[in-house]
């Protein structure tokens, strides 16, 4: 188990509702984070993302301008601004399985379903950070790997095509935010 120091860290939270920021934030405040950075809309947040390069974004999924899955797509482009591996945690309430599949299709890191908890915030967190997946990119696809599970022998419908595919380890956040005590 690693210590993680959250002051190390850089956070960009995306809610059009002010009250979830504020939880989010004082959530964080008490991980230890100091730099939190605040967006209503995704449109701001893009431009925040690219002005102050957060190594986590937190959004919510239903906003207005454009929403935090299309917000996901745009950080993903490779050749955007910013850090196109930044790992992104989709807030939402609704958490049936098309839409998690639906934000894990758009290289959504993480997933939480609202309500959340410190507990539930505290471990994505820690996912993200402690155990990165590697990023894959093919002609459709550039994201964190979809697999939790990387046995290869699954044989299933969902099995990745021989087609190029590009695995590319993304800069871990462990070396930055590990604490020194």
Not at 77 to 105: F, W
Request: aromatic share 8%; hydrophobic share 35%.
């Amino acid at each position: 188990m690693y210590r993680i120091d959250f002051n190390k860290l850089r956070f960009l939270i995306c809610d059009d509702n002010p009250h979830m920021r504020r939880i989010l934030r004082t959530l964080l405040h008490s991980f230890g984070a100091r730099e939190v950075y605040e967006a209503e809309d995704g449109a701001t947040a893009l431009e925040m993302y690219t002005h102050y390069v957060p190594d986590i974004v937190i959004t919510d999924w239903s906003m207005p301008i454009f929403d935090g899955l299309e917000l996901a797509q745009m950080i993903r482009q490779p050749e955007s601004k910013g850090n196109p591996y930044a790992p992104i945690i989709m807030l939402t309430g609704h958490s049936e399985k098309r839409r998690v599949t639906v934000a894990r299709d758009a290289g959504v890191t993480e997933f939480l379903a609202k309500p959340i908890s410190a507990k539930g915030l505290y471990q994505r967190i820690m996912n993200v950070v402690a155990i990165p997946r590697p990023f894959i990119k093919t002609k459709t696809y550039f994201g964190p790997d979809r697999r939790r599970n990387t046995t290869n022998t699954y044989i299933g419908p969902e099995r990745r095509g021989s087609g190029e595919v590009e695995i590319l380890q993304q800069p871990s956040l462990l070396e930055k935010a590990r604490s020194t005590i």
